[in-house]
């Protein structure tokens, strides 16, 4: 029986005017100032290309050219914060004082590397209380063999053993390992969501999932180790209710920033005597300055107890992201494309103690797709736009045949789909049950949100709108099975619909 599962959500947005009173006054211009710029590398000198350049709080930006130039125009008298960041460097902020044109400005940015005097372990805090953003130098020094490990640098984690055989869940602000903190986080990767309300690959809805012979999370969050941790550039955890403009979330939200841009070959492995990690990724600079291509594959083998692989878990992942940013000496458009592709690969779970008749094969394989980016325009009505498409789709079948016995004395087993009375056959002490769960879950997302910023007197105010829209469903046959050879008939809810 096919089975089909959809939600459509759409949510328009306004937010309210606030102000952003800065540290030094903010004077009326009718042109403003320009501000001309170098980003160069700290070590050998030479210009850095595609580094944004980001002034904090008038939510506008540009991008150095392939001689590391930068520039701004009608920027407004005042003490600002600058942004400067790119992947493999160092995030570097740098506080100035428009008074005046500025030219000349040359600002030097350094490589990432573990070897700098000092790094930050922890996650650091945000501007507002509850937000944390964990940086790559963090997560690169722990080693992590997924986003569950990253969460242990959040102030009042419990540290716990790091692990892919089970599976991954959010937990924040919780003691306990409760399905509904996991289920009410909102996981969101390059400004794409995260969907599990379209995950039914159980026997029995009625109950969370850990009935079924593969581990899943049905009826909880978001499986975390289908991200691979070895291409994370950045994760900030905002705990609570954030802006409205995330929407379905009750528990908080997680984004996290994929590594984008050029950089070297990296080859790297994580090896223990239950888990082997092994994953390759580059970035590269594409010719004519027609954007930039990173690439990232990765491979995971785990188990709980290596007596029984039946219960282990392994992984592929592949992801390619293509970015460029158009236009960037006049009106600035930011271009992200993102497609990624995961699968287990160990269908046939075999083990010594299965009876010869007995056979269990579990199989998860999907692909990701999305389209992100921000157009810094400037006119009279809007500042930036900010738009974001994304998708995906999955194959998910797990196959079980395996012995029952009863023990519960005479179990009638019912065929009949209208009530009354009947007369119906009884379930033999010992048989074999056969059943499958097919499901193929959707989700869809669009996004798209404007800014304003508009100063008066001495304060910048902002001003932010928006529209998105989510739809999830499953086009999977659902739970398949003999009626005379029901699956677990000792179960106290009844498994059919």
């Not at 960037?328 to 592709?341: Q, V």
């Not at 928006?466 to 469903?473: E, H, Q, S, T």
Request: with cysteine.
């Amino acid at each position: 029986m096919k089975k089909i599962l959809s939600s459509c959500k759409a949510i328009f947005l306004m937010g309210g005017l606030f102000m952003c009173c800065y540290g030094g006054s903010v004077n009326a211009q009718n042109n403003g100032f320009s501000i001309q710029g170098v980003v160069t590398d700290s070590i050998d000198g030479n210009p850095v290309e595609m580094a944004m350049v980001i002034i904090d709080g008038l939510d506008i930006w540009a991008v150095s050219d392939d001689q590391g130039r930068f520039s701004f125009e009608n920027v407004p008298e005042g003490n600002y914060t600058f942004l400067f960041r790119l992947l493999g460097y160092k995030d570097k902020t740098v506080r100035q004082t428009l008074r005046s044109n500025i030219d000349g400005w040359r600002e030097k940015l350094q490589p990432v590397s573990l070897a700098l005097e000092q790094v930050t372990v922890t996650a650091t805090q945000g501007k507002l209380g509850s937000s944390s953003k964990i940086q790559t130098t963090a997560i690169e020094h722990i080693q992590p063999k997924s986003l569950t490990d990253i969460f242990q640098l959040l102030p009042g984690q419990i540290t716990e053993n790091p692990t892919l055989a089970s599976p991954g869940q959010v937990k924040m602000r919780e003691i306990s390992d409760n399905p509904n903190s996991a289920l009410g986080t909102l996981v969101m990767v390059d400004g794409a969501p995260m969907s599990n309300d379209a995950n039914m690959q159980t026997v029995n809805t009625s109950r969370s999932g850990n009935l079924s012979t593969a581990a899943n999370t049905v009826g909880r969050g978001v499986d975390l180790r289908e991200i691979s941790a070895d291409n994370i550039e950045e994760v900030e955890v905002i705990r609570g209710i954030p802006s409205s403009e995330y929407g379905n979330l009750t528990s908080g939200v997680v984004l996290v920033k994929t590594k984008m841009g050029a950089q070297p070959w990296r080859v790297k492995a994580n090896i223990d005597p239950n888990t082997k990690i092994a994953s390759l990724s580059k970035g590269f600079r594409l010719p004519n300055r027609t954007g930039t291509l990173n690439i990232s594959t990765d491979y995971a083998q785990a188990y709980n107890d290596t007596r029984y692989k039946y219960r282990g878990y392994k992984r592929l992942t592949g992801t390619a992201i293509y970015s460029n940013t158009f236009m960037e000496n006049t009106k600035p458009l930011d271009l992200n494309f993102r497609l990624s592709y995961f699968q287990t690969v160990d269908e046939n779970k075999t083990d010594a103690q299965l009876n010869k008749l007995e056979a269990i094969r579990s199989s998860n394989k999907g692909i990701r797709g999305g389209i992100s980016g921000k157009w810094m325009l400037r006119k009279s009505w809007i500042t930036n736009l900010e738009y974001s498409l994304s998708g995906d789709y999955s194959w998910a079948e797990n196959y079980v045949k395996q012995e029952q016995s009863l023990t519960t004395g005479v179990v009638p087993y019912p065929t009949s789909y209208v009530d009354g009375v009947f007369e119906e056959n009884y379930l033999p002490g010992v048989y074999y049950s056969e059943y499958t769960t097919d499901g193929k879950p959707y989700n869809f997302f669009a996004k798209i949100k404007g800014s304003l910023n508009r100063q008066f007197g001495n304060t910048v105010n902002s001003l932010v709108g928006g529209f998105d829209m989510a739809v999830n469903g499953n086009n999977g046959e659902g739970l398949q099975y003999d009626l005379s050879t029901p699956p677990m008939s000792t179960l106290e809810s009844s498994i059919r619909p």
